[in-house]
């Protein structure tokens, strides 16, 4: 009965694995040549499952939809990894099969366990090799060095996922819930595979898996279970049209850029870019950094589909707000206010991808927590490192003249800023180029100003047109 399944299987979605009847493959028509089977390989062990290998999936499966193979095969050799990554690519997997109408086989070489067991379970079909291992998938997180069980309002959560994933397509969900719940008592009564909550409901049964273990599978016990469709000796058949995606340099240098690390480094470049830039009017270098290090930070968020052009709408449309409360039209905080929740909301959406992808009810929270802790964690680091390196720049090199970005401040300029008394009408000499802060200097003192929004370059005059508490406004003078 499994092997004419696994016969109808081929024929419909030519998937051709190897320990088929040599007989069959003649069965293929000269037309199938033109067809091939796409193949995904998730088969990190050392790293597991991470947002790069999110970023693998989606390249793989944007590029299956244009291709159109006759299926696809994703080999599977995972101890698991990040559930929040993996939970994306469960859900990618379903919607294409679902949308694109092409199956997607999972062919588990050896692991597919935690949650690389979901991956399993979110495929049309489940093929295995004969040292497959399937399941054990109770979420952990590390604690003071240690790897530690999740709680139990987490478990709750992944074990519905689990069963979830597995009625999808026909599965136990016993057998499912099993993989992450300790305390399940999974049992075959008669022709049935149910779960027990407690030993003293057990009857003649033939116990598959004891309470206070988790449920793990050899190739064998998958089949028994109707978990997996079909065994094989070998991976492949050596004659079929196989194409492995692979991603291109473009590619994987993006998915580079995605990484926690990376993209807190450009975070950490660009804010001291910046900061250099605004704390030295006219230099230029640094703020182009600093703009280049912030488009790489996007293009990784992009990439990964965790923001929209939404959150960079919403910071530029905030900054905006700021500007025009602080130059042009006062409203005694208001836009100042709407301004700065617009770029907050706007930079958290930028900096900690998929912020808008997790659910906050309290069992999904839970559940993507410590992916949302875990970006935090780099966020907060990052900005710490930058204010202490924004403190040393400012302790260290700006005491004493110095040589940046090609600009030379001349021995002979004042080092410190003192509070004069300004006029409005007063006329000035830029000392440094306005962009649109700066310095000028009046009456031989060097003071802070700002310009409305224009570039003023240095030596050229201006005068004082509005002083706003310490800020004072100014504009070029007119010849």
């Not at 690389?116 to 590390?142: F, H, N, Q, W």
């Not at 692979?246 to 690390?261: L, N, R, S």
């Not at 790489?296 to 959150?311: C, D, H, K, R």
């Amino acid at each position: 009965m499994l092997f004419r399944r696994i016969i109808c299987l081929v024929c419909f979605s030519s998937l051709c694995l190897a320990e088929l009847p040599d007989h069959f493959f003649s069965q293929i028509s000269s037309s199938s040549q033109e067809k091939f089977i796409g193949r995904i390989s998730i088969t990190d062990r050392k790293n597991g499952i991470t947002e790069a290998t999110w970023l693998y999936v989606k390249a793989a499966l944007d590029a299956y939809k244009k291709e159109r193979p006759r299926c696809i095969i994703l080999e599977l050799d995972t101890p698991g990894g990040e559930l929040f990554a993996a939970e994306k690519i469960s859900n990618a997997l379903k919607s294409f099969d679902a949308e694109e109408g092409i199956p997607v086989i999972a062919y588990v070489n050896n692991w597919a366990v935690s949650a690389g067991a979901l991956l399993a379970y979110s495929c049309r079909y489940i093929v295995v090799a004969k040292d497959a291992t399937m399941g054990a998938a109770t979420p952990v997180y590390e604690k003071d060095g240690n790897m530690t069980e999740a709680p139990e309002k987490v478990n709750s959560v992944v074990r519905a996922e689990f069963a979830n994933k597995a009625a999808l397509f026909g599965r136990n969900q016993d057998v499912a819930r099993a993989m992450v719940d300790p305390d399940s008592i999974l049992v075959r009564r008669g022709d049935k595979i149910i779960a027990l909550h407690d030993a003293s409901e057990l009857k003649n049964d033939e116990v598959i898996s004891p309470k206070g273990k988790l449920l793990t599978l050899t190739a064998q016990e998958l089949l028994d279970l109707h978990v997996a469709d079909y065994l094989v000796e070998k991976p492949f058949a050596e004659s079929l049209p196989i194409k492995t995606f692979e991603m291109t340099p473009q590619e994987k240098i993006v998915a580079f850029f995605a990484t926690p690390a990376v993209s807190s480094l450009l975070i950490f470049v660009a804010l001291i870019c910046f900061y250099i830039e605004f704390s030295t009017p006219g230099v230029a270098i640094p703020g182009l950094i600093g703009g280049v290090a912030l488009f790489l930070v996007l293009v990784g968020s992009f990439a990964q589909e965790a923001i929209t052009w939404f959150e960079p709408l919403c910071l530029l449309a905030g900054l905006l707000l700021v500007f025009v409360e602080v130059f042009f039209f006062p409203t005694l905080g208001i836009l100042l206010l709407v301004g700065g929740l617009l770029s907050v909301f706007g930079l958290l959406g930028i900096l900690i991808p998929g912020l808008r992808q997790i659910s906050f009810e309290p069992g999904a929270f839970t559940l993507f927590g410590g992916y949302l802790l875990n970006r935090l964690g780099w966020l907060s680091g990052t900005f710490l490192l930058a204010l202490v390196t924004g403190i040393f720049i400012a302790r260290f090199l700006t005491r004493r003249p110095f040589r940046l970005s090609g600009i030379i401040l001349p021995d002979s300029m004042p080092t410190h800023v003192e509070q004069v008394e300004a006029n409005v009408g007063d006329r000035a000499t830029v000392s440094a180029p306005m962009r649109p802060s700066g310095k000028i200097l009046l009456n031989g003192r060097l003071l802070s100003a700002m310009s409305r929004g224009e570039f003023i370059e240095q030596g050229e005059e201006v005068t004082i047109t509005e002083i706003r508490g310490n800020t004072i406004i100014v504009e070029r003078r007119q010849q």
